[in-house]
């Protein structure tokens, strides 16, 4: 039921931008990422409900391919503050009623 | 509004002992779940109480146990504690179950109680 991400790590220079994948093998119902810098608790980007919306929050921004069971994150221009453990999160439908998280895909931006 | 709060921050044990973790939600959620997280496993799902009711429970073995009060305060029990248990333990409260709430809304993460077991 733990989601699948990749990159497991990448490194920027700032002002790149990077992709970041997470997929399921369940039907989901959303997609929840989260951000923990090191040393700090995970902190919430933003959600994504089925039905392929995308949203963003900043120069950060997410899709959600229902039917791949996939969501993406975008880092535009990546800033220094960018840096740190990206995790998505699945409820899917088969009736579990929590979130299940990927192992994260670790960010570094350099200058 | 004051945040998650989980303690001890640090703790170490041995192996075979047991131990308890706390966590106060944010004011109003009475929702809280619990993960582990380890090196290259992520985020691992424990369990979530809402109401004083265990709602879903990962796959972790029985020595792993917790509750909730009924001031929404939740604890968890590691028992006969074992070198692979050592792990940051992170607690995370909503106002409402995730399935509740339709699918959406925001949890709050505490900075956790770090386990360290010799």
């Known amino acids: 039921q733990q989601p699948v991400q990749s990159p497991q790590a990448v490194i920027l220079r700032e002002g790149e931008d990077a992709v970041i994948n997470c997929s399921s093998s369940?039907?989901?119902?959303?997609v929840h990422w989260y951000r923990q810098k090191h040393g700090e608790a995970p902190v919430f980007l933003m959600i994504?409900?089925?039905?392929?919306e995308q949203k963003g929050h900043d120069k950060i921004s997410a899709s959600f391919n229902e039917k791949k069971q996939q969501s993406s994150l975008y880092l535009t221009a990546s800033q220094l503050s960018y840096s740190g453990t990206y995790f998505c999160?699945?409820?899917?439908?088969?009736?579990?009623?929590?979130?299940?998280f990927g192992t994260g895909t670790r960010l570094t931006v350099i200058p | 509004k004051a945040g998650v709060t989980q303690t001890p921050r640090y703790l170490i044990k041995t192996r075979g002992q047991q131990v308890t973790l706390s966590c106060s939600p944010i004011?109003?959620?009475?929702?809280v779940s619990w993960y582990q997280q380890t090196p290259g496993q992520g985020l691992q799902f424990l369990f979530e109480?809402?109401?004083?009711?265990?709602?879903n429970k990962g796959n972790f073995p029985g020595r792993f146990s917790g509750r909730q009060f009924s001031n929404s305060r939740s604890e968890m029990n590691v028992s006969t504690l074992e070198l692979g248990d050592s792990a940051l333990y992170l607690c995370?409260?909503?106002?409402?179950?995730?399935?509740?709430?339709?699918?959406?809304?925001?949890?709050?993460f505490g900075e956790g109680s770090r386990l360290t077991v010799l």
């Open positions: 994504l409900l089925k039905g392929g």
């Open positions: 109480y809402f109401s004083e009711t265990q709602r």
């Open positions: 369940k039907a989901l119902y959303s």
């Open positions: 995370a409260s909503r106002f409402r179950t995730v399935k509740l709430a339709g699918g959406s809304g925001e949890l709050f």
């Open positions: 999160g699945t409820l899917d439908q088969t009736g579990a009623n929590n979130l299940f």
């Open positions: 004011s109003g959620h009475r929702s």
